[in-house]
């Protein structure tokens, strides 16, 4: 038997003939070499072994390999509680920590009685430039990341055709239940190839919510359902050959609750909301470019819809307006100028107007361009088909100035009125400033709620007032009988100047441009807008040709699904 100073000799010398046969290929072998004798090594082991190995890697050249984040979502969850090391980070804009791997840590899932081993590496490499998330900058790189999923190769079929689809959808899932709600509006500096892209974002935390909102039981009925539909139907979307987009008309005073129902329906679906402001964007194709930035399961918002529109005519009739040799302003301006023209007054009035003429065109005709026709293509054209789940929300305080192309269905496929505060929204209010529903004047504050015409939003500004409930009550019933003295004496000064056609009730005719056929329509007296069908009267649904009634109410939230 050798003796133990043998041993260890001989072993210190085979350390020491390691160490250099080791130092002799790094300082001789190219790295190349070197990778190539190790990577032939490592296969020769592993020809002799039954797993197999995928791997997955954060970047998939220059491109961002998505199932690397399904795969650190899925892993969250099934961390072993008895793990010693774990990263935790808490990203910008999100409310909620989250745990991923250390460098070289592993774990086991196991899934239809198949054991899967996971383990997350990450190695040092030369720094090199990647395309950052927003696609307009570069970001340094300088290491390299990649989950190794091993397993028996007997399972390799099974692991690739159902085991990673089953991460992808509870990666979906994490990511959902981690979703922190984000309110987009356009950067100021988009088109300057800023970082982050056409949108900057807040965390929305709107508190708004379908239980919250002053709007008759029915009329929030009718809205939930139509949005559960909607996110159940994506087959028969693809089925049908449409896009899977639903657009909705807010439209009523100011005051009712447009932007609280937004709030709303984005908690309900947890879809981000994206702001859009029209009379910001410069051309068709700008409109196009913020369309395709967005992402799926989103709501877009365009609010006061009118009010966009209506500017882009006002240009385009001054622009047909704008002197030119043909025009007649123009000649008026030679006539008076070549001729002895003594009306001062009058020329000077012709400059002036010749000079807004041009600094309209200068400053705004420039700059606003985007069209209707612009506007319909991005609602219901090929470019609407650019995205997944999204809901498309217009605003407007008076429907009847918009273009009968943008309300057809297809485009604007539900019409919600909302309209003045009723009897039910009231006890809606008082059970959330309050804290009940029930009180011996509650009698009197709604039947002063049905003749005062009185918006949510003034109710709840009374309310607010006072700390206690008795005054609260107190007061919004003194703002109530003030309100309706006031509106009985302009409905009775318009009476006495003979007026007509604006007492609220009036039921006027219209031509129905379905059918062809009349229909009456009642008027509301502060606006003018029809607010209820005759009693009786349907319409065809849009999507299904199904015939359905006219939800809601004359005061209230009318809910038409066209």
Known sequence: MPSAKTMISAAASAAATIVLFRSLVKEYLPYEFQSYIFYKLKTMINSFSSEFTLVIEEYDNLNHNNLFKAA???????????AKKLKISLTKKESKFSFSLDRNQEIVDTFNGVTLKWKFISKQVPIKYIPSPDNFNSMPKSEDKFFELSFHKKHRDMVIDVYLKHVIKKSKEMKEEKKSLKLF?????????????AWQSVNLHHPA??????????GKRVIMEDLERFVKRREFYRRVGKAWKRGYLLFGPPGTGKSSLIAAIANYLKFDIYDLELTDLRTNSELRNLLISTENKSVLVVEDIDCSIELQDRLAQARAMMPSRQNPAYNQVNQAMNGNNQNTKAFIAILMKLAAFRILDRHNFVKYQVTLSGLLNFVDGLWSSCGDERIIIFTTNHKERLDPALLRPGRMDVHIHMSYCTPCGFKLLASNYLGFTEHPLFPCVEALVEKARVTPAEVGEQLLRYEEPESAITGLIEFLEDKSERLKREDGNKDSNGESGTAEGKLAQEL???????VKKELDESTGEVVKKEEGAQEPDGENGEIVKEEGRNRGAAVKIQ
């Open 72 to 82: 650190e979502l899925y892993l969250e969850p099934i961390i072993p509680p008895d």
């Open 185 to 197: 509006t356009l950067a100021p500096d988009r088109m300057s190839g800023r970082r982050g892209g």
């Open 209 to 218: 919510t379908f239980d919250t909102l002053a709007m008759d039981m029915e």
């Open 512 to 518: 129905d441009g379905n059918n062809g056929e009349v």
